[in-house]
C-alpha cells in the first residue's frame, strides 16, 4: 500500500460506517446523496473543499432533464427561484460585440413566461420541467440546503480529503484525513462513488486514466462584478453573449441579471495562457474603453478536453461526472451528464442495498452510460470546431457590405449553433439501446443527434411524457420502483404483480385509458404508445413492452434486476490502493 496508514500515524483513526460513501459535494456528488437518501439508504458524503468555498461559476445551464430528476426530488423549484430576475429573457445572442451588432437570437423565455413558451425556440418541450439557467454559483447552495433539510440524517463532512481505501468482499474502507484538524478517519461502506472531479482522487486510487483528446481549446475566465454593465447593451439584453473579435470567440454569461457576469475567452489549443491579456480581451469584446470599470471576483483557466475513463467502476467504487469523463465545459454538458450518471446509478445501487437485485445489477452502469458519454462527448468537442470558423473581414462595418456579412454570418450561426443551444435531442434522445438488463424486442431507439429527439417507447429509451387528463404529468405520477402502464385493462397483469411480490421488487400497475385519461390532442401512438404494457424502470427509462405478459413474467424481472444477464459479470476489484498524504 503507497503513503502513510492509519497505523503508521501512530493512533486509530475515528470509525464511520455507512452503505455508501460518496466523495465529493458538488451538484453530482449532492445529487447522488440525495438520490440515495430520498430512498432509504444511508449515505456519507465527504468534500475536500470548506463549506463556504464558492462552487464555479462555469456551469450555468441545468437542462429540462436534470430538472426532471430535481423535481422528483422536490428541489425543482427552488433551483429555479435562483439566479437572474423573472423578467430577464434568457435569450442567447450572438454579436459583434456587446456594444455593436447583434447577429442572431436564440429566443428562450424569461422565468415568469418559462411555462408558457410556445413559439420560443426552447419551447414546447417534452417534458413536465424547462431549463433553467441558473449558475453553479447558485445550484450548489440550493443543493446543500435541500440535503441538510430534507435529509438531514445525510453528514457532509467538509475539508476530508480522501486519501485511499481497501477493497474486500462485501465492503471498502475508505481512509480520509479532516484537513482543518488533522484527525483520520476510516469510513466502511459497501459502496463508494467518486463525484470529486476533473483532478479525481478516487480515480487516482483506483489506477485509472481518461482517454481521448485532452487539448482541444483552451479558455480564460473571469467572473466579475459591473453594475452599469447593462446600460453598455447595444441590443436587448439577454442571458448568454457570443462574441467574436479579432478571430477569438468569447462569451458573457450573466449570472444574477444585475451586476454580476462570467467571461470566457477561448483560445487555440497552441496558445498559452499567459499569451492573453484577459483584461484587454474582455473589453475588447464588449466594446468599452478605459472609462468601464469592474471588479474581478475570481479567474480561472481551463482546458476544454474530450477524455473518458476506459471504465465507471472497478469492484465496489464507481466513477461519476468530471471524475469519469471530462469535456469542453460548454451547454453544462458535462454537469448534467454527470447528474444522469448518479440518476442510473441510484436507483440500481438501492436495488442491491434494499435487497430486491443482485449486485451483478450494478455493472449494467457502465454499460449503459459509458457509451452514452462517449456521444455526448462528441457532440461537445463539435462545437469547439465550430468555434475555430471565421467570417469577413467587414462584419463591423456601417455600411450595405457589413449589413450584408451580418445577415449572411448571423444566419450561418443560427444554422450551426441551434441544436446545441437548444439540445431536445441530447437531453431526451439518449438510450441504453445495448443495455443487458432491458428486454430487446427487435426495435432499436432512434437515433438522436444534439437537436432532434423522437419520442419512443423502444426498450432502452427514455419513458416518451405525456399529461393526463386531470393536468398530472405522467412523471408526477411514477413511484420510485418499477411501473407498468396499462393501456388495455383486458390484458391480465396479475402474474406480474405476484413475480415481483415474491422477489420483493417494488412495481406500481398504472391504468391508463387512451380515450379518456390523457389530455386532448395528444395521442399516444405519436409518442411511441403502441403496445397495451410498457414496463418502465426506476430511471424513468423503458425496460419491457409487450401486447401481453411474457409465459414467465419472473424471467422477466429477473432480467431487469440483472439476475440473469452472463453480460453483468462484475468487474475484477483493486484489493487495496492509497493515495500519499
Not at 223 to 239: C, E, K
Request: hydrophobic letters at 40%.
Amino acid at each position: 500500500m503507497n503513503g502513510d496508514t492509519p497505523a503508521a500515524a501512530g493512533h486509530a483513526p475515528r470509525a464511520i460506517e455507512t452503505a455508501v460513501l460518496v466523495v465529493g459535494a458538488g451538484p453530482v456528488g449532492l445529487t447522488a446523496a440525495m438520490q440515495l437518501a430520498h430512498r432509504g439508504n444511508d449515505v456519507v458524503v465527504i468534500e475536500q473543499r470548506g463549506a463556504d468555498v464558492p462552487a464555479s461559476a462555469k456551469c450555468n445551464h441545468i437542462s429540462a432533464r436534470t430538472m426532471e430528476i430535481y423535481r422528483r426530488l422536490d428541489v425543482a423549484d427552488a433551483i429555479r427561484a435562483e439566479g437572474l430576475p423573472d423578467d430577464f429573457p434568457n435569450d442567447g445572442v450572438y454579436a459583434t460585440r456587446l456594444t455593436g451588432y447583434e447577429l442572431t437570437r436564440f429566443r428562450m423565455p424569461c422565468r415568469r413566461d418559462r411555462f408558457d413558451d410556445h413559439g420560443y425556440d426552447d419551447g414546447d418541450l417534452p417534458s413536465p420541467e424547462r431549463a433553467a439557467r441558473v449558475s453553479q454559483l447558485y445550484l450548489e447552495p440550493v443543493l446543500r440546503r435541500h440535503l441538510r433539510e430534507r435529509f438531514s440524517q445525510v453528514p457532509v463532512l467538509h475539508e476530508t480529503r480522501f486519501t485511499g481505501f481497501e477493497q474486500h468482499d462485501d465492503h471498502v474502507i475508505s481512509h480520509a484525513v479532516r484537513e482543518d484538524t488533522g484527525e483520520e478517519l476510516e469510513i466502511r461502506s459497501r459502496y463508494v462513488i467518486g463525484a470529486d472531479g476533473a483532478s479525481s482522487s478516487v480515480r487516482k486510487a483506483l489506477g485509472l486514466r481518461l482517454r481521448g483528446d485532452d487539448n482541444l481549446t483552451r479558455a480564460r475566465t473571469r467572473l466579475f462584478r459591473a453594475p452599469d454593465l447593462l446600460s453598455r447593451f447595444n441590443y436587448p439584453r439577454a442571458w448568454m453573449n457570443w462574441f467574436i473579435v479579432d478571430d477569438i470567440w468569447s462569451s458573457l454569461i450573466a449570472i444574477d441579471g444585475e451586476e454580476l457576469w462570467n467571461f470566457h475567452c477561448f483560445m487555440p489549443p497552441t496558445r498559452e495562457f499567459a499569451d492573453l491579456d484577459l483584461d484587454k480581451a474582455l473589453r475588447d469584446a464588449l466594446g468599452v474603453g478605459p472609462d468601464f470599470t469592474y471588479e474581478t471576483v475570481r479567474d480561472e483557466d481551463w482546458i476544454g478536453r474530450r477524455l473518458v475513463a476506459g471504465t465507471f467502476q472497478v469492484g465496489r467504487v464507481f466513477l461519476s461526472g468530471d471524475a469519469a469523463h471530462l469535456w469542453v465545459p460548454y451547454g453544462g454538458y458535462g454537469m448534467n451528464a454527470g447528474i444522469a450518471d448518479v440518476a442510473n446509478l441510484a436507483w440500481m445501487m438501492d436495488a442491491v442495498l434494499q435487497g430486491w437485485a443482485p449486485e451483478s445489477l450494478l455493472t449494467a452502469h457502465d454499460a449503459e452510460r459509458r457509451p452514452v458519454t462517449e456521444q455526448v462527448s462528441a457532440f461537445a468537442s463539435n462545437f469547439v470546431e465550430v468555434l475555430q470558423e471565421t467570417e469577413s473581414e467587414v462584419i463591423e462595418e456601417d455600411s450595405a457590405a457589413g449589413a450584408a456579412a451580418r445577415r449572411a454570418f448571423g444566419q450561418r450561426l443560427r444554422d450551426a449553433n441551434i441544436r446545441s443551444m437548444v439540445p431536445t435531442g441530447l437531453n431526451f434522445g439518449y438510450a441504453y439501446g445495448t443495455s443487458p438488463i432491458v428486454v430487446h424486442d427487435g426495435e432499436e431507439p432512434p437515433p438522436f443527434t444534439m437537436g432532434d429527439y423522437q419520442p419512443s417507447t423502444a426498450p432502452g429509451a427514455r419513458l416518451p411524457h405525456f399529461w393526463f387528463a386531470d393536468g398530472e404529468s405522467l412523471y408526477d405520477a411514477l413511484p420510485d420502483g418499477f411501473t407498468l402502464l396499462r393501456f388495455d385493462d383486458n390484458v391480465d397483469v396479475a402474474p406480474l404483480a405476484a413475480a415481483a411480490a415474491e422477489r420483493s421488487v417494488p412495481l406500481r400497475v398504472i391504468n391508463v385509458d387512451p380515450a379518456e385519461d390523457v389530455e386532448k390532442g395528444i395521442d399516444l401512438a405519436d409518442l411511441g404508445y403502441r403496445h397495451a404494457l410498457v414496463l418502465a424502470r426506476p430511471d424513468q427509462h423503458v425496460a419491457w413492452r409487450g401486447a401481453a405478459l411474457p409465459p414467465d413474467p419472473g424471467a422477466l424481472l429477473d432480467q431487469v434486476r440483472g439476475a440473469v444477464t452472463a453480460q453483468c459479470d462484475r468487474p475484477e476489484r483493486q484489493a487495496s490502493r492509497t493515495l500519499s498524504r
